[in-house]
């Protein structure tokens, strides 16, 4: 999640946090740029980048990856100050609410 700014100037990245099996985050991208990328090519991306690193890791370790990715992902447009202080907080309590997710073991 980090280099997604690196990857693309116009994203901002905010709170985000990387799960077991899942990945919160709240990306946004400046408006004063006139052209910008879908969120689903940013996203593409992404999950390029991390299924190669994990490809490469896994030569490394002769380890043999299933499937990494799910197809879709989902996606909720910040609408004002209070949705975003609420997703802030979602994101933060994520991990602390793990133990009782349905893939928790």
């Known amino acids: ?6 990857l ?5 990245l905010d709170e985000y946090v990387v799960m077991p099996n899942h990945i919160h985050g709240i990306i946004g991208i400046k408006t004063t740029v006139k052209v910008a990328p879908t969120l689903g090519q940013i996203i593409g991306v992404y999950k390029s980048k991390v299924l190669h690193e994990c490809l490469e890791l896994a030569k490394i370790k002769e380890n043999i990856l299933g499937k990494l990715w799910q ?13 975003l202080i609420r997703i802030r907080e979602y994101i933060r309590h994520n991990p602390i609410n793990w133990t009782r997710d349905k893939l928790f073991s």
């Open 1 to 6: 999640m980090v280099e997604l700014p690196t």
């Open 8 to 12: 693309y100037t116009m994203v901002e």
């Open 71 to 83: 197809r879709n992902y989902y996606e909720h447009i910040v609408r004002d100050d209070n949705d």
